[in-house]
């Protein structure tokens, strides 16, 4: 698994806004994101992710002093559209590893969980790519990830973006 890994990014602190349970059309997800760009708010960090019966969840995160915007955003749009409701953490962080073609390893994804679920590190949210893996943990539990991190893979984290 380490091999396939060439490095991990951390960002922290972040907040992380989840809208559940939203219709997965094309109209309805694209207005979530018009509404997002027309109040001027850029967001680097965006994960979609399909859900059961046809529901989908957009999570974005923001960082700390974007917060309140966000979630003012996001408390109009389920205003104004009866559907889904808003999960949100204040401080986060992102954990990104990066491998050419790492999804398309046998044994990667499972490995890293088994890291996080045997050190007991609560994962937030997941998002995965054809080079990447993202997790989304507590800000708090960083400090144990990194060293079980340098412990396990004997990595420490990179400043590539």
Request: hydrophobic share 45%; with cysteine; glycine share 6%.
């Amino acid at each position: 698994m380490k091999e396939q890994i060439e490095y991990y990014v951390l960002k922290h602190p972040l907040a992380l806004f989840t809208l559940l349970d939203v219709p997965d059309k094309i109209g309805v997800i694209l207005d979530v994101f018009e509404r997002i760009s027309n109040s001027g708010i850029s967001l680097t960090h965006i994960l979609t992710s399909p859900s059961a019966r046809g529901k989908s969840t957009i999570t974005v995160l923001v960082p700390p002093y974007l917060k309140e915007d966000v979630k003012g955003i996001f408390n109009e749009i389920l205003e104004t559209l009866e559907w889904g409701f808003l999960r949100s953490f204040e401080n986060v962080a992102l954990v990104s590893f990066y491998g050419k073609k790492l999804m398309e390893t046998r044994g990667v994804m499972a490995g890293l969980l088994n890291i996080f679920v045997t050190n007991k590190i609560k994962i937030i949210a997941t998002s995965t790519a054809m080079n990447y893996i993202n997790f989304i943990i507590p800000g708090e539990m960083l400090d144990n990830l990194k060293q079980c991190l340098i412990d396990e893979l004997n990595m420490e984290p990179s400043d590539v973006p």
